[in-house]
Nanobody
Framework: VQLVESGGGLVQPGGSLRLSCAAS????????MSWARQAPGKGLEWVSA???????NYADSVKGRFTISRDNAKNTVNLQMNSLKPEDTAVYYC?????RGQGTQVTVSS
């Protein structure tokens, strides 16, 4: 299993970022894919999941601001993040069950 995240960066409060995760080494289309994050000094927080049928779930902290999507033809899962807040600052991980990628840093600051 290989999960490679990209798209992180520095953004001002209220701004947007789109994270992408390229997946390989397993059968992607029937797999539930997730995003999680870890803020400095805090534990891992689940953010969102997308199931094989396209059903999505979100943590209350990001509901209405983040949108998860998947492209089964490209074996990618994306996280569109809008209306970003300083408290969204974290390393964001793409996950397949307990397996995570290396993460991508998102910093929300003015």
């Amino acid at each position: 299993v290989q999960l490679v995240e990209s798209g992180g960066g520095l953004v001002q409060p209220g701004g947007s970022l789109r994270l992408s995760c390229a997946a390989s080494g397993f059968t992607f289309s029937p797999s539930t894919m997730s995003w999680a994050r870890q803020a400095p000094g805090k534990g891992l927080e689940w953010v969102s999941a997308i199931y094989s049928d396209g059903t999505t779930n979100y943590a209350d902290s990001v509901k209405g601001r983040f949108t998860i999507s998947r492209d089964n033809a490209k074996n990618t899962v994306n996280l569109q993040m809008n209306s970003l807040k300083p408290e969204d600052t974290a390393v964001y991980y793409c996950a397949l069950g307990a397996t995570r990628g290396q993460g991508t840093q998102v910093t929300v600051s003015s």
